[in-house]
């Protein structure tokens, strides 16, 4: 069993940026795929970036490419995501989820960060 702790949520102006983290608990951190999802208010919730378990690669929503980044520390338990340049429509709540497949990466969900961007 793993457990997903985000935090580093909150309110900014557009342009701003916000780093969130995300901790986890057990110590086979590093046999996870690691993944930031976020659901905006009446919208299904979307992939935002994942990084492979030693952080060897990463991919990225199109949407969040260039202004984004992910990383993780195994010594930590911790993934986390750099947020630049952020954008009113980056508004929702970001989840992160851990997962031994390649995809979907879904097994374990943390119980997510509101990001909030105002313009």
């Known amino acids: 069993q793993v457990q997903l702790v985000e935090s580093g949520g909150g309110s900014v102006q557009a342009g701003g940026s916000l780093r969130l983290s995300c901790a986890a608990s057990g110590r086979t951190f590093s046999s996870y795929k690691m993944a930031w999802f976020r659901q905006a208010p009446g919208k299904e919730r979307e992939f935002v970036a994942s990084?492979?378990?030693?952080?060897?690669?990463?991919n990225y929503a199109d949407s969040v490419k260039g202004r984004f980044t992910i990383s993780r520390d195994n010594a930590k338990n911790t993934v986390y995501l750099q947020m630049n340049s952020l954008k009113p429509d980056d508004t929702a709540v970001y989840y992160c989820a851990a997962g031994r497949s390649t995809w979907p990466i879904d097994d374990y969900w943390g119980q997510g960060t509101q990001v909030t961007v105002s313009s």
């Open positions: 990084i492979t378990q030693y952080g060897a690669s990463s």
